[in-house]
């Protein structure tokens, strides 16, 4: 199984952005899947989390009403609306996928490469 995150940028504060990952090798609605991200000197954080079975959703506070995830399965693609965005969320985003995970924790069997995102003015 292989994941491709894309849609990073630099994007000015309270600009948006969506992130997607395509999911490769595998049934996108086998796994459960996560984003994570980490900024410079930081350690690495679950952001969101969407349930492969019932698609529940799950956020870090620090993104809650800010943040959406879905995931399109035909597509085999999550995407992570970003909106509002702040300087703090400057980071590499990652996704992930897991079979039983504790949503923004993990454990994950997959990761793709990052994307970054900035947020600057």
């Known amino acids: 199984v292989q994941l491709q995150a894309s849609g990073g940028g630099l994007v000015q504060p309270g600009g948006s952005l969506r992130l997607s990952c395509v999911v490769s090798?595998?049934?996108?609605?086998?796994?459960?899947i996560g984003w994570f991200r980490q900024a410079p000197e930081k350690e690495r954080e679950g952001v969101s989390a969407?349930?492969?079975?019932?698609?529940?959703?799950y956020y870090a506070e620090s993104v809650k009403g800010r943040f959406t995830i879905s995931r399109d399965n035909p597509k085999n693609t999550v995407y992570l609306q970003m909106t509002n965005l702040k300087p703090e969320d400057t980071a590499v985003y990652y996704c992930a996928a897991g079979g039983i995970v504790i949503p923004l924790q993990g454990p994950y069997d997959y990761w793709g490469p990052g994307t970054q995102v900035t947020v600057s003015s």
């Open positions: 090798g595998g049934t996108l609605d086998y796994y459960n």
């Open positions: 969407i349930n492969r079975v019932d698609s529940s959703t």
